[in-house]
């Protein structure tokens, strides 16, 4: 139990610096394009999924430690409906968060735009940059194009997945957290206790006299 533990925490306990690796390497590149960005971004881009994998495959021996191997078969099934749903909302999640990323990004950019130069793109008030964003009238590039060369405004798309990013990271010190408290159950549902039961020959039926 203890070897796939340690190697669960392992695999949770270095997720979170891949994912501010990701982070690091887009702010690096945009700020000094490398090779070394590039590579530590590809390389925890391949670690996260390799975490993905790995726990995936380690699941069901984990869960053979922490229950029993008696109810294997049903305790590995219902775990899904936790990872199933999970698959659907992180996703959701990352989108969530770059959408909001994607409208503070506008916000900003909007005030370096004077509104003369808004209306006569747009037509229409900044106070209607909501609707705008929404009608997706207003984009970041178009922004970036009425925005005057001489400010030397930064393209915020690079980091738009940021905060998903941080997001991510902390959802994996959460697992990492609760793969510490883990711990097997008593010796009635071990898996001693589980294989005894699973091994044990049922008793003779006593003969009629």
């Given at each position: 139990f203890f070897a796939r533990k340690y190697v669960q925490s392992a695999m949770w306990g270095a997720s979170p610096l891949m994912y501010l690796g990701i982070v690091w390497s887009i702010h690096r590149c945009v700020e000094q394009p490398s090779v070394l960005p590039l590579a530590v971004f590809s390389?925890?881009?391949l670690g996260i999924l390799s975490v993905f994998?790995?726990?995936t495959a380690n699941r069901p021996a984990m869960?053979?430690?922490?229950?029993?191997?008696?109810?294997?078969?049903?305790?590995?099934?219902?775990?899904l409906s936790v990872v199933l749903p999970s698959a659907f909302l992180g996703p959701r999640i990352v989108a969530y968060y770059r959408?909001?990323?994607?409208v503070?990004?506008?916000?900003?950019?909007?005030?370096?735009?004077d509104d003369e130069t808004f209306h006569h793109a747009f037509g229409a008030t900044?106070?209607?940059?909501?609707?705008?964003?929404?009608?997706?009238?207003?984009?970041?590039?178009?922004?970036l194009d009425l925005i005057p060369k001489e400010l030397a405004v930064q393209d915020p798309t690079?980091?738009?997945?940021?905060?998903s990013m941080y997001i991510m990271a902390g959802c994996q010190i959460v697992a990492l957290a609760s793969n510490f408290a883990l711990r097997p159950m008593d010796n009635?549902?071990?898996?001693?206790?589980?294989?005894?039961?699973?091994?044990?020959?049922?008793a003779a039926p006593a003969r009629a006299a």
């Amino acid at each position: 139990f203890f070897a796939r533990k340690y190697v669960q925490s392992a695999m949770w306990g270095a997720s979170p610096l891949m994912y501010l690796g990701i982070v690091w390497s887009i702010h690096r590149c945009v700020e000094q394009p490398s090779v070394l960005p590039l590579a530590v971004f590809s390389g925890c881009t391949l670690g996260i999924l390799s975490v993905f994998g790995g726990s995936t495959a380690n699941r069901p021996a984990m869960i053979g430690d922490l229950f029993g191997l008696k109810s294997l078969g049903v305790i590995t099934a219902r775990q899904l409906s936790v990872v199933l749903p999970s698959a659907f909302l992180g996703p959701r999640i990352v989108a969530y968060y770059r959408d909001q990323s994607t409208v503070e990004a506008i916000s900003d950019l909007s005030t370096k735009i004077d509104d003369e130069t808004f209306h006569h793109a747009f037509g229409a008030t900044k106070d209607a940059l909501p609707t705008l964003i929404d009608s997706k009238a207003v984009t970041i590039t178009r922004l970036l194009d009425l925005i005057p060369k001489e400010l030397a405004v930064q393209d915020p798309t690079p980091f738009l997945y940021d905060k998903s990013m941080y997001i991510m990271a902390g959802c994996q010190i959460v697992a990492l957290a609760s793969n510490f408290a883990l711990r097997p159950m008593d010796n009635l549902t071990s898996p001693l206790g589980a294989d005894a039961d699973v091994d044990a020959k049922p008793a003779a039926p006593a003969r009629a006299a």
